[in-house]
């Protein structure tokens, strides 16, 4: 295996033992590999004969190269801990920005935004400082993929289009020579990318139509047009933009609020193992959305426990904002408020979902009836809703004010009035900008819940 000796060879005596005490962390003091590679540094001339004898008492044993392939991708891996010492500057400036983008990724993964974006930025910085324009593409797909919009954004895609284009155009005029006589072969890899690339942008023209109808709330379109695309892709469809078809399906019936035709569309996609993370998500949301929304909250309680919290840990306060509005339909109001108090803090950078639950803590004194701690909740909600006034739904501020009321008017004999009043009546007729969004903060409707109060007290 002569890559692994070059690969030796290309490493100093004190980082071949660095390698091996990196080694030391990953694997038990006993095992073969181990042993291997500190035979590999510390005795380089002997054979692979010699190594095999030394390990397994035998200098023919078959065993010995599938131990050597570990050990060579092990060594590779660890290289990567290793900086690089490189002649030319470019490569090595290269290396560190290349760097930076994987450090980014890696903490992103973790869940850990904040910092995750910091150096996601420090490596834009430094690639439109050194010209490597290659990796702002690396960079942007990065950012779309854990939504950092405050780094690179779909908005800035014209610009970063033309960037990408002018690239390389310069790369082919100063690397690519004409030459006279065609070459023997053409590269098989390349044109596999080709014919992929022409497929996704078919899927891709498709798939921003079905978004697009989406957006503008034309449901029955962009559900016709999902069912078109998987009968014409049909066999040819690739995995990913079959998925997001799929997908596309449950949201569009999400969003009409045919919950019942959710689940009947979910059974067709039982088995879901083959597909991807995202995708696995996407499924279990939709389906938790629907049964809640049927007052299924065993099963809902099952996929979020089994499915949602299992899948995507980056989203541990989300689950437990769903898991607080399980418990108060359930009627343990005091789990809920526990839920909610021990959130609370985490979703705080999410507006919305911050002060929805607030709202359900409001929802849960009004239940109780404890006027006490109703009114002190309120007065601090009062003066925390008008901090956030630009960045929360506007169902929310109506709602308050309803709340408000409701509070008011708590033991008089009215209380039938405030399913007449205007603020009630456009939340409940949504009126523009006022829609209520099943797969949104607003889990249970305010003006639904409103009119069970009213009406529940008046009986």
């Given at each position: 295996?002569?890559?692994?000796?070059?690969?030796?060879?290309?490493?100093?005596?004190?980082?071949?033992?660095?390698?091996?005490?990196?080694?030391?962390?990953?694997?038990?003091?006993?095992?073969k590999?181990?042993?291997l590679?500190?035979?590999?540094?510390?005795?380089?001339?002997l054979?692979?004969?010699?190594?095999?004898?030394?390990?397994?008492?035998?200098?023919?044993?078959?065993a010995?190269?599938?131990?050597?392939?570990?050990?060579?991708?092990?060594?590779?891996?660890?290289?990567?801990?290793?900086?690089?010492?490189?002649?030319?500057?470019?490569?090595?400036?290269?290396?560190?920005?290349?760097?930076?983008l994987?450090?980014?990724?890696?903490?992103?993964?973790?869940?850990?935004?904040?910092?995750g974006?910091?150096?996601?930025?420090?490596?834009?910085?430094?690639?439109?400082?050194?010209?490597?324009?290659?990796?702002?593409?690396?960079?942007?797909?990065?950012?779309?993929?854990?939504?950092?919009?405050e780094?690179?954004?779909?908005?800035?895609?014209?610009?970063l289009?033309?960037?990408?284009?002018?690239?390389?155009?310069?790369?082919?005029?100063?690397?690519?020579?004409?030459?006279?006589?065609?070459?023997s072969?053409?590269?098989?890899?390349?044109?596999?990318?080709?014919?992929?690339?022409?497929?996704?942008?078919?899927?891709?023209?498709?798939l921003?139509?079905?978004?697009q109808?989406?957006?503008?709330?034309?449901?029955?379109n962009?559900?016709?047009?999902?069912?078109?695309?998987?009968?014409?892709?049909?066999?040819?469809?690739?995995?990913?933009?079959?998925?997001?078809?799929?997908?596309?399906?449950?949201?569009?019936?999400?969003a009409?609020?045919?919950?019942?035709?959710?689940?009947?569309?979910?059974?067709?996609?039982?088995?879901?193992?083959?597909?991807?993370?995202?995708?696995?998500?996407?499924?279990?949301?939709?389906?938790?959305?629907?049964?809640f929304?049927?007052?299924?909250?065993?099963?809902?309680?099952?996929?979020?426990?089994?499915?949602?919290?299992?899948?995507?840990?980056?989203?541990?306060?989300?689950?437990?904002?769903?898991?607080?509005?399980?418990?108060?339909?359930?009627?343990?109001?005091?789990?809920a408020?526990?839920?909610?108090?021990?959130?609370?803090?985490?979703?705080?950078?999410?507006?919305?979902?911050?002060?929805?639950?607030?709202?359900?803590?409001?929802?849960?004194?009004?239940?109780?009836?404890?006027?006490?701690?109703?009114?002190?909740?309120?007065?601090?909600?009062?003066?925390?809703?008008?901090?956030?006034?630009?960045?929360?739904?506007?169902?929310?501020?109506?709602?308050?004010?309803?709340?408000?009321?409701?509070?008011?008017?708590?033991?008089?004999?009215?209380?039938?009035n405030?399913?007449?009043?205007?603020?009630?009546?456009?939340?409940?007729?949504?009126?523009?900008?006022?829609?209520?969004?099943?797969?949104?903060?607003?889990?249970?409707?305010?003006?639904?819940?409103?009119?069970?109060?009213?009406?529940?007290?008046?009986?």
């Amino acid at each position: 295996m002569e890559s692994l000796t070059r690969l030796l060879h290309s490493c100093t005596l004190p980082e071949k033992v660095q390698l091996v005490e990196f080694a030391k962390i990953k694997n038990p003091p006993n095992s073969k590999k181990l042993m291997l590679m500190k035979l590999f540094v510390s005795h380089p001339e002997l054979s692979d004969a010699d190594y095999a004898q030394k390990i397994y008492k035998k200098p023919d044993s078959p065993a010995y190269f599938q131990l050597k392939k570990r050990v060579k991708d092990e060594f590779e891996e660890l290289l990567l801990l290793l900086k690089p010492t490189c002649v030319k500057k470019e490569n090595q400036l290269h290396i560190e920005c290349s760097e930076l983008l994987l450090k980014s990724e890696l903490i992103l993964a973790r869940g850990i935004r904040c910092e995750g974006s910091k150096l996601l930025e420090r490596g834009l910085k430094m690639a439109i400082k050194y010209g490597f324009h290659d990796l702002v593409l690396t960079i942007y797909s990065t950012a779309a993929r854990f939504g950092i919009c405050e780094v690179l954004n779909n908005s800035d895609l014209p610009e970063l289009e033309l960037a990408i284009k002018s690239h390389l155009q310069l790369l082919i005029k100063r690397n690519y020579k004409k030459s006279e006589r065609e070459p023997s072969h053409r590269n098989e890899h390349l044109n596999t990318m080709i014919r992929q690339l022409n497929y996704c942008r078919n899927s891709w023209f498709i798939l921003d139509d079905i978004h697009q109808s989406i957006q503008h709330k034309d449901y029955k379109n962009a559900l016709t047009q999902v069912n078109q695309a998987e009968s014409s892709l049909n066999s040819e469809i690739e995995p990913s933009t079959k998925e997001e078809l799929q997908i596309a399906k449950l949201s569009i019936l999400l969003a009409q609020r045919k919950f019942t035709e959710l689940i009947e569309e979910c059974l067709e996609y039982e088995e879901t193992d083959s597909y991807s993370l995202e995708t696995r998500i996407g499924y279990s949301l939709n389906r938790w959305y629907a049964l809640f929304h049927l007052n299924k909250l065993n099963e809902a309680e099952q996929i979020l426990r089994k499915e949602l919290i299992k899948l995507d840990s980056s989203q541990q306060a989300k689950w437990a904002y769903f898991e607080a509005f399980l418990f108060f339909k359930q009627r343990n109001m005091k789990a809920a408020q526990r839920q909610i108090h021990a959130n609370q803090k985490s979703i705080k950078c999410t507006p919305d979902y911050y002060l929805g639950s607030k709202m359900l803590e409001l929802m849960i004194l009004f239940d109780q009836n404890d006027q006490d701690w109703l009114e002190y909740k309120i007065e601090n909600f009062r003066k925390l809703i008008s901090r956030y006034k630009c960045d929360t739904s506007a169902r929310i501020h109506h709602a308050f004010h309803l709340f408000l009321k409701l509070q008011k008017s708590h033991f008089k004999t009215d209380l039938q009035n405030l399913t007449h009043d205007p603020e009630f009546l456009i939340l409940q007729n949504e009126a523009e900008g006022l829609e209520w969004k099943p797969d949104t903060f607003e889990l249970i409707r305010y003006d639904t819940w409103i009119s069970e109060k009213v009406v529940g007290q008046n009986s």
